[in-house]
């Protein structure tokens, strides 16, 4: 009996679960990848180990979490296509469907900027994290799709090639979306806590359709990002696969 409940326990610890609205503990490694109907050209996201540096502090010499991270490339003008520039998403399209996005309390990324960034675009040249929703605004009964982006504080030159810390999108940076289905959109972004009015205001409950990583379409930028967190996980993000992690 003292075996079998081992065993059980064992299985228990290493099978999956079922996705949560608490950010999803039952993903699993295999359900994390380029989102292929979201890339364009023929941009990089790839797990690799690193990067490191040297000349800077150790707490920013090297990825947060383990050995490893997100190494994402685009380029701003390779395609025949208007605009020109690539774009590429790294996300879970299983385990986060159907999840509350009003559910959503603790969001962000480190993210590993370069001067060169700087150069290509601005302070503002960086990654994004995004989320296809279905929008479920009562008075656009028909409209069955967005994209929710969290568009992140600038890093400056002088904070490049290192690793930021923790940028928090609940506290930072702007939140709009694609489809204009409140008053957050590209034009008028919000912060996090005005978009959570802009849904509620509308009666809104916004369900999740996908869970990414990226960037595009704009600006060349050669990059990594690590420790994705959604509410109480983070996903670190490492050459052999994507860990799931318990936040602190």
């Not at 930072?172 to 009015?197: D, I, K, V």
Request: aromatic share 8%; hydrophobic share 40%; proline share 7%.
């Amino acid at each position: 009996m003292l075996a079998a409940a081992l065993l059980a326990a064992l299985f228990a610890a290493i099978l999956p679960g079922s996705a949560v609205a608490d950010g999803g503990d039952g993903s699993t490694p295999d359900h994390w990848g380029v989102i292929a109907r979201n890339t364009i050209g023929s941009p990089v996201a790839e797990l690799r180990n690193g990067p490191y540096v040297s000349g800077v502090p150790a707490s920013v010499a090297k990825p947060p979490f383990g050995r490893g991270s997100l190494g994402i490339e685009v380029a701003n003008n390779s395609t025949t296509l208007t605009p020109p520039s690539e774009k590429v998403d790294f996300g879970n399209e299983v385990d986060f469907v159907g999840n509350r996005i009003l559910t959503l309390r603790q969001v962000g990324f480190r993210v590993f900027q370069t001067g060169e960034n700087v150069v290509y675009g601005g302070a503002t040249n960086m990654p994004n994290i995004r989320f296809e929703i279905d929008p479920n605004v009562p008075s656009a009964p028909n409209d069955n799709y967005s994209t929710l982006v969290w568009v992140p504080p600038g890093i400056s030159a002088v904070n490049a090639n290192r690793w930021s810390p923790y940028l928090d999108a609940t506290t930072t940076g702007t939140w709009y979306l694609t489809g204009g289905e409140t008053a957050c959109t590209s034009s008028s972004p919000c912060t996090f806590t005005q978009l959570r009015t802009s849904f509620t205001s509308v009666s809104a409950t916004p369900t999740v359709f996908s869970v990414a990583v990226g960037k595009g379409r704009d600006n060349m930028w050669v990059g990594a990002i690590d420790g994705l967190r959604l509410n109480g996980r983070i996903y670190d993000f490492e050459r052999d696969g994507v860990r799931r992690l318990r936040a602190s």
